[in-house]
């Protein structure tokens, strides 16, 4: 077992990785992997909800926020920060949200979460603390790429990692609201069964998402 650590990658990588962020962040990183080592192949699996990573069989999943499984071994590489964004339409027609208070005269979508199928609370800071809140929706999206399309489309405010609208917010597409109101960045972590003698396939993966730590935002 200790040998075939020091081997070169080969073999299937099963990954468990969120839509948007697996998208547009990891998957460039594993195509550049594979590139170097014609050996590994990849079994990528796409979804916003949670998997089992022992019983599906998986080597590695990356998921955002609070960790709660104590049996899982976690490394933090990258940190999610929410915001509150609107297309520059809407907020043509409203007056800007400032405060709190201002959402309840806005329309609201929101992300219908596909692990309860309950919408996600927005989470803001306000004086220096942690809120949650429960807007009433104008629109439930179950997908973050299209809340994103939604708001710039006009449908509202909505409450989105800021990697799923780098590109819009460049545009002008969308613009954010409620700056100052930013909730605290959330961890994003990759998970896995256990860190003991990880085979090549695994340590060169995890070398490579190590990468994310020191992009630019």
Do not use: C
């Not at 080969?10 to 697996?22: E, F, M, N, V």
């Not at 400032?98 to 996600?120: C, E, N, Y």
């Not at 807007?135 to 409450?159: C, H, I, S």
């Amino acid at each position: 077992e200790a040998a075939g650590v020091r081997a070169a990658p080969s073999g299937t990588l099963r990954i468990d990785l969120p839509i948007t962020y697996g998208r547009r962040v990891v998957l460039p990183l594993l195509a550049a992997v594979v590139q170097r080592h014609p050996e590994l192949r990849l079994d990528v699996r796409l979804q916003d909800s949670f998997a089992d990573i022992v019983r599906d069989g998986l080597d590695l999943a990356i998921r955002a926020g609070a960790l709660h499984d104590s049996t899982l071994v976690a490394r933090r590489i990258d940190w999610q920060q929410l915001i509150v964004v609107a297309s520059p339409a809407y907020l043509a027609a409203r007056a800007t949200p400032r405060r709190v208070d201002d959402l309840a005269r806005h329309d609201v979508i929101v992300f219908r979460q596909p692990s309860s199928g309950r919408p996600r609370p927005w989470q803001l800071r306000q004086n220096g603390r942690a809120i949650e809140l429960q807007p009433e929706p104008r629109a439930q999206v179950n997908d973050g790429e299209g809340m994103v399309a939604a708001a710039a489309m006009g449908l509202g405010l909505a409450q989105i990692p800021d990697y799923m609208a780098r590109d819009e917010l460049a545009s002008g597409a969308l613009v954010e609201v409620l700056a100052s109101l930013r909730p605290a960045a959330m961890p994003i972590s990759v998970v896995m069964p256990s860190a003991r003698l990880l085979p090549p396939r695994v340590r060169v993966v995890l070398d490579a998402l190590e990468t994310l730590r020191g992009r630019k935002r």
